[in-house]
């Protein structure tokens, strides 16, 4: 009876890709990976421990051979004067061409990657892991435009994300890195 259990969960997890994003959400469909490759900025984020006092947070994706997406990311850490980096490799838990990945780092982490929202021009997106406690507001320009994140703030709230607890990234113009 337990083998016929495993083969049931088994099952599921390979038709439903075992995905886990927050309740009532849903990654982007119709996505077009080689669009999102390049740099995206952190505009706002929730906080999470490993990004405590991190500026200048930006992440660089390129599409490897095998299909899989490297990620580098980088901040600055306020505190220590250096730069961190982070690698990591993210694979489609589905069809490739819904936004839905699973990244391993470095080590024994891994961790959800779902894009809810991007824009048609592929310039400004939100991505959370597996719960509501982590939000991105991302973006390929350092800056974004008020009304353009005001708009994504809104969507956001209304995905019943704490936004109040958004912060706001600090970037320079150009990377120190």
């Known amino acids: 009876m337990k083998s016929l259990k495993w083969i049931w969960i088994l099952g599921g997890c390979l038709l439903l890709g075992c995905a886990t994003i927050p309740k009532g959400l ?3 469909t119709h996505f077009q990976v080689e669009r999102y490759m390049g740099r995206w900025y ?3 984020r929730l906080d999470h421990p490993y990004e405590v006092n991190l500026t200048n ?46 990244l391993a780092f470095d080590g024994p982490a891994d961790d959800d990657y779902n894009v809810l929202f991007i824009d048609s ?19 390929r320009e350092p800056v974004l435009d008020k009304s353009i994140l005001d708009s994504l703030v809104v969507k956001a709230k209304a995905w ?5 607890q958004l912060i706001q990234v600090e970037q320079k113009a150009k990377p120190l890195i």
Do not use: H
């Open 26 to 28: 849903e990654p982007v």
């Open 42 to 44: 952190e505009i706002r």
């Open 57 to 102: 947070v930006f992440a660089d994706y390129t599409l490897l051979p095998n299909g899989e997406i490297e990620m580098i990311s980088r901040g600055f850490q306020t505190r220590e004067n250096r730069w961190l980096i982070a690698k990591s490799t993210a694979s489609f838990i589905g069809n490739k061409d819904v936004a839905s990945l699973k």
């Open 121 to 139: 021009s592929y310039r400004y997106a939100i991505v959370t892991c597996d719960d509501r406690d982590g939000l991105w507001i991302l973006s």
């Open 160 to 164: 019943e994300f704490p936004t109040e």
